[in-house]
């Protein structure tokens, strides 16, 4: 008999976790857009090692998108998705049936960290960030677990929601997961399924490069970034990637922020093949 329960509006949502923090129990949250692959049950199972309950979230949250469609094409998949969270333990699933569940009619508060939301992805994609604030700060004050789970394939985004949560002194803890590859290399992500098979043949390149960029210039952290950077892109575009977003070193300074250029910290890159964006980050040094 599956344990999952599924809420469809904001009070249920509430009313579920509330009744679970009244008898002692701590929750995790887990927010996905859905089409749920391992790296997002890695996440899920995290949430049950940390605390007593897990709850994931599935919502395409509209104002996060740049580009319609990229919305529209965004994979869609909660018959199986409800399936794989029962699989590992996820106590409730928040699924609203409709956006105005999230969005009702009159809507307009925005919730945008400046700064790091204006660099890298923020730059490439605009208003992303604020998006991705605007609804994360939503589910958090929604649901208010104890901790939230983000993976590191969103380096920037997981740096974001921390910030944010700090700044508005919401009470939850934000959690950072390692990124979850497939054999070879490739972070796994949801866009993945929309790859034709020539296109996932040459994906794992951004993670290949990325890591031998990454111990490049780990050897001599002292020594200029820039022409290992030039290198990685060129292999990039010589390997079939039809254009490069952004490769760049960034500081990863104590509290995981993205602060500063000066010393090495992390390596982030967006590329794309064909229409689909593909995006990876790994530690340097
Ligand atoms: N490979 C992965 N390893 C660890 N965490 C991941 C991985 N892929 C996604 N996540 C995390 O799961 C959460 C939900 O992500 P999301 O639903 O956007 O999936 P996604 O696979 O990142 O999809 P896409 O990048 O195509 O939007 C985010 O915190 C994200 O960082
Ligand atoms: C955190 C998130 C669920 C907010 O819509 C989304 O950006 C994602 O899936 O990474
Ligand atoms: N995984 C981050 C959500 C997005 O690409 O919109």
Redesign the pocket.
Known sequence: MSGLAIARDVAALRGQVAGWRRAGETVGLVPT?GALHEGHLTLVRRAKERCDRAVATIFVNPK??DRKEDLESYPRSEAEDVRLLESVGCDLLFAPLDVAVIYPPGFVTRVSVAGLSACLDGLHRPG?FDG?TTVVSKLLLQALPDVAFFGEK?FQ?QTIVRRMARDLDIPVEIAAVPTVREADGLAMSSRNRLLTPEQRALAPLLARVLNETAEAIAVDPTAEAAPFIAQARLRLGRGGFDKIDYVELRAADDLGELASLERPGRLLAAAWLGRTRLIDNVAVG
Do not use: A, L, P, S
């Open positions: 857009m996060q998108f992303h991705v969103d985004q």
